[in-house]
């Protein structure tokens, strides 16, 4: 193995929670006047943390989005994930090949710690992933396409970033891996590679991650 730490983004890498949760917010924020559709959302705030769609909306508009904004959505979003949430195909085989292979590894998103949590639970991620190998934009004070987060998750795990991948699905992950100098493996099932082209590496399945990880 190349690298002494993988670190995963969340949604649309492990949980296939992308389609569910950009749709859910494009049709909220368009019930609340601000006309979204969902290639908007995609294109606006994946990857984003939730303080991304507060900030664009007012900087657009010069209005504010409700304070329960926030309880309103995941609301939504939890109970659409309790009925449609699968785990992104592959995502299962890469976990166990780098259990098998001793290779550390965790989780940073910029979804809550709870998001995180009922979506691994869902999907059935939960079992690989305990609390010492979570991590949230929560944890630190700006999220991607900030190195923070991943630079912190780094520094929990005792691992120098240039001694990590970090496997992502959008640009702002994409920009926040590079700024932390980190290697970034590109995952294209849902954005397209031009769009992640300052990844070291791009893949369209993620079966194909692990063996790419040790070129």
Known sequence: MRYDL??????????????????????????????????????DYMGGAM???????????GRRLP?????????????????????VHGAVGVLEKLAADGVAYCVASSGSHER????HRKAGLDRWFDDGRIFSSQDVGRGKP????????AGRMGVAPERCA???DSPLGVQAAVAAGMDVYG?????????????TRLFADMGELADLLVR
């Not at 494009?26 to 559709?37: N, R």
């Not at 329960?68 to 939890?78: G, L």
């Not at 900030?146 to 998750?153: E, I, N, Q, T």
Request: hydrophobic content about 45%; charged content about 30%; overall charge negative.
């Open 166 to 168: 970090v496997v992502e």
């Open 187 to 199: 995952f294209t099932a849902m954005t397209s590679a031009a769009k992640l082209a300052g990844a």
């Open 6 to 43: 993988v670190i995963f983004d969340n949604d649309g890498v492990l949980v296939d929670s992308e389609p569910i949760s950009n749709r859910l917010l494009a049709g909220y924020l368009t019930e609340l006047g601000h006309p979204t559709s969902y290639e908007d959302s995609l294109r």
């Open 51 to 61: 303080h991304r769609v507060h900030d664009l909306v007012l900087e657009r508009t």
């Open 116 to 119: 995180i949590r009922v979506g």
């Open 146 to 153: 900030a190195p923070d987060l991943f630079l912190h998750a």
């Open 67 to 87: 304070e329960d904004f926030d309880d309103v959505f995941h609301e939504r979003v939890f109970a659409a994930f309790e009925r449609d949430l699968e785990p």
